[in-house]
């Protein structure tokens, strides 16, 4: 079973939808918990970190955590067609050691 | 744009071939990362440094080896490469000694025939 578990999609939905992405976990030493966008062909980019139980909010994104679950949330809320590349969950445990889901891949639809 | 840039971009070779992969960093960041990206596995951590000349192995480490001989430059080498080490690598680097923001360069995209 891997650490890090998270629905690969693909995922479709029309634009201006609210875009649920989801990740769960295993290990309560996960600490910190980050969301990274990745467009084809291009490396990975930080969106949000979290650190703790509960919602942080960036523009039209909003990272939730519930660490007595396990289970991590990325929302968009007006999704845009430029919006659509793979969105990586990425968690933290002990020093330099990020592991990684293995992404969900997005299309908004025009 | 977190000034990192990785040489080559795109590189074709074949099994049991020496290769090194370069990592250029521009703003002086102590740690260092090299992952790589493959179907169904997401990112996984090969090799990290936490300062010219010490490193430490990640999950996937058998087959590759590091050097980081001065701040800017970490270099990952596939000592005889293989088929299954074809795939993207990805090189980060950590601001401020905050693992909870990497950055990752644009990525080098190995093909082993």
């Known amino acids: 079973q891997k650490e890090v578990e998270q629905d690969p999609g693909p995922l479709s939905v029309p634009e201006g939808a609210i875009v649920s992405l989801n990740c769960t976990y295993s290990?309560?030493?996960?600490?910190?918990f980050m969301w990274y966008r990745q467009y084809s062909r291009k490396g990975p980019e930080l969106l949000m970190y979290?650190?703790?139980?509960g919602n942080k909010e960036d523009g039209r994104f909003t990272a939730q955590v519930d660490k007595s679950s396990k289970y991590i949330s990325l929302f968009i809320r007006d999704s845009q067609p430029s919006d659509s590349a793979t969105y990586l969950c990425a968690m933290i445990r002990g020093a330099q050691k990020l592991v990684f889901g293995q992404g969900t891949r997005l299309t908004i639809n025009p | 744009d977190a000034g990192i840039t990785q040489s080559p971009r795109h590189k074709v070779t074949e099994t049991g071939t020496p290769v090194t992969l370069r990592c250029h960093q521009t703003?002086?960041?102590?740690?260092m990362y090299w992952y790589r990206q493959d179907p169904g596995h997401g990112l996984r951590l090969i090799h990290y440094s936490y300062g010219v000349k010490d490193t430490d192995k990640g999950e996937v480490s058998d087959g590759y080896s590091v050097s980081r001989s001065k701040t800017e430059d970490f270099l990952l080498t596939l000592e005889s490469a293989t088929s299954s080490q074809t795939s993207v690598y990805f090189c980060?680097?950590?601001?401020?000694?905050?693992?909870?923001?990497?950055?990752f360069g644009p990525g080098t995209r190995l093909l082993v025939l």
């Open positions: 979290t650190y703790s139980s």
């Open positions: 703003e002086n960041h102590r740690y």
């Open positions: 980060a680097i950590t601001r401020a000694g905050r693992q909870e923001t990497q950055y």
């Open positions: 290990n309560s030493a996960f600490q910190y």
